[in-house]
């Protein structure tokens, strides 16, 4: 019922830095939603998360350097991504998790990071 666009995903060098977007087809207000990614040979693992109240979670290997943030008037949720390293490259999922019935996602943004 909840369709997830990603976008923002690109190539970049290393250090520098990449905005991800999530516009959801219906309020998120009332939803915990997050960052998940997915390197090359490796299990999807959450990046970032917030939830319906604000709180934020991040990854060890993030923090400081990402941040997540969410504009329930767009129904949207960014990733703001600096300082990026070779190891963020992956797809770069969004999630939302609709109580009582499960999580959704989107179909992901790749992000590579390379020199």
């Known amino acids: 019922q909840v369709q997830l666009v990603e976008s923002g995903g690109g190539l970049v060098q290393p250090g520098e830095s990449l905005r991800l977007s999530c516009t959801a087809s219906?309020?998120?207000?009332?939803?915990?939603m997050g960052w998940h990614r997915q390197a090359p040979g490796k299990q999807r693992e959450l990046v970032a998360s917030?939830?319906?109240?604000?709180?934020?979670n991040y990854a060890d290997s993030v923090k400081g350097r990402f941040t997540i943030s969410r504009d329930n008037v767009k129904d949207t949720i960014y990733l703001q991504m600096n300082s990026l390293k070779p190891e963020d490259t992956a797809v770069y999922y969004c999630?939302?998790?609709?109580?009582?019935?499960?999580?959704?996602w989107g179909e992901g943004t790749l992000v590579t990071v390379s020199s």
């Open positions: 999630n939302v998790n609709v109580a009582g019935r499960g999580n959704y």
């Open positions: 219906s309020r998120i207000l009332i939803y915990d």
């Open positions: 917030i939830s319906r109240v604000g709180n934020t």
